[in-house]
């Protein structure tokens, strides 16, 4: 995930993004906390405490900064995706809380894509496979600059469509990953997994 301060030019902000950067999480944390001292910083500064934290498996601590950036700021880039990825780690898939977290990030970051591909994953643990062929269907048509975004939703496309049943769809699916990616092993294992079941392929 992007740092929030590319575009800050205070001390703080260059010393903890090179903190961060360099590993050096305690240093990033004590800036942080200098920053925190003037409140035009305080959801800059939260937010890339919760990142610190997240990476340091400080779940709880991860959490609170978060929520204190969001309270500060309830439409923070990225704050309510990084919410939402934190529950999702604490308290699994089926906790309505991670549920209500991503459709909360859908409705404030509607073109967040990264989100939507992890919605579709939660879909599809949740049993919801006909709305997660659909997410990862707009997913994998859609005119994206990270193409590496698109072939994992043609990827998981794929899966689902093997799961409903539909092997031609599938191996469409698995078949457009190995056109940009050739040598994606398992889409070429699914591919041939999903034309078993097919005449003439």
């Known amino acids: 995930m992007d740092l929030p301060l590319e ?3 205070e001390t703080w902000a260059i010393q903890a993004r090179k903190a961060y950067i360099d590993g050096r999480f305690d240093d ?7 920053a925190r001292q003037d409140h035009s910083n305080s959801s800059d500064a939260s937010f890339l405490e919760a990142l610190i934290y997240l990476m340091s498996d400080r779940l709880d601590e991860a959490e609170t900064a978060i929520r204190t950036c969001l309270t500060s ?3 923070f880039p990225n704050g309510n995706w990084l919410l939402a990825g934190l529950l999702l780690r604490r308290y699994g898939e089926n906790d309505p809380r991670v549920i209500a977290a991503y459709e909360a990030v859908l409705a404030s970051e509607p ?3 990264y989100a939507r591909c992890e919605w579709g994953d939660l879909l599809r643990a949740l049993g919801r496979s006909d709305e997660a062929r ?10 994206v600059a990270d193409e ?8 998981k496309l794929g899966c689902v469509e093997l799961v409903l049943g539909r092997n031609l769809e599938a191996h469409a699916a698995f078949q457009q990953v190995l ?3 050739p040598d994606y092993l398992a889409a070429d294992e699914m591919a041939a ?9």
Not at 28 to 34: D, I, K, N, R
Not at 193 to 201: F, G, T
């Open 7 to 9: 575009n800050l030019t």
């Open 28 to 34: 990033a944390l004590a800036h942080c906390a200098e």
């Open 73 to 75: 700021a309830p439409d």
């Open 111 to 113: 073109e967040n894509l």
């Open 134 to 143: 659909d997410l990862f269907d707009d997913l994998r048509v859609r005119p």
């Open 148 to 155: 590496a975004l698109r072939v994992e939703a043609a990827f």
């Open 179 to 181: 056109d940009v990616a």
């Open 193 to 201: 997994l999903a034309a078993s079941d097919l005449p003439n392929l």
